[in-house]
T-cell receptor, first 114, second 114 residues
């Protein structure tokens, strides 16, 4: 069975600082990997995803993530955080195919100080 | 921009009442999902559907039921609401492999059962 671990419940950064949110997954084959963001009172929005190919994936809002198979990780990064990035971030893992059911992590809450 | 809608956005109801949470999408997606989300916890899958007349229970035991009579509509019903049902309910849809297994989420329904 697949699983996702987001080890950081909360992350606090200053506006303009760099950001890295951690995600570790467990899955037997090459997974589909996703990062979603949830703003207060909203549903989840896709930031980026990895299926295959280049292990460094670019997403919306200036985010990127790197798939590292040897570490079973898919960490999310942003070089300079804006106050509007304050939100909940969810990592998800799944497998391709008709029975695709993704598994989500618990989320990391990002707090941005001015 | 994804077109998936949930109503109501907020609902306060007494114990024992029957409620239906509505979810509709205009993207023609075959796959639809219902998740339960509590603060600081993973999204828990409670129901999913791969198409019309297809419904399955997810990994979280739930006293709710769903139906999929039309592609665009996936309502969730609680026959007798209880305080333990207090939570946020997120609906999502996906076009499967055709859309890279990306899930599109509605804004959620926040339910409070008194």
């Amino acid at each position: 069975a697949q699983s996702v671990t987001q080890p950081d419940i909360h992350i606090t950064v200053s506006e303009g600082a760099s950001l890295e949110l951690r995600c570790n997954y467990s899955y037997g084959a090459t997974p589909y990997l996703f990062w979603y963001v949830q703003s207060p009172g909203q549903g989840l929005q896709l930031l980026l995803k990895y299926f295959s190919g280049d292990t460094l994936v670019q997403g919306i809002k200036g985010f990127e993530a790197e798939f590292k198979r040897s570490q079973s990780s898919f960490n999310l990064r942003k070089p300079s955080v804006h106050w509007s990035d304050a939100a909940e971030y969810f990592c998800a893992v799944g497998a391709a195919g008709g029975s695709y059911i993704p598994t989500f992590g618990r989320g990391t809450s990002l707090i941005v100080h001015p | 921009e994804a077109d998936i809608y949930q109503t109501p956005r907020y609902l306060v109801i007494g114990t024992g009442k029957k409620i239906t949470l509505e979810c509709s999408q205009t993207m023609g997606h075959d796959k639809m999902y219902w998740y339960q989300q509590d603060p600081g916890m993973e999204l828990h899958l409670i129901h999913y559907s791969y198409g019309v007349n297809s419904t399955e229970k997810g990994d979280l035991s739930s006293e709710s039921t769903v139906s999929r009579i039309r592609t665009e509509h996936f309502p969730l019903t609680l026959e007798s609401a209880r305080p333990s049902h207090t939570s946020q309910y997120l609906c999502a849809s996906s076009g499967g492999v055709a859309t890279g297994e990306t899930q599109y989420f509605g804004p959620g329904t926040r339910l409070l059962v008194l």
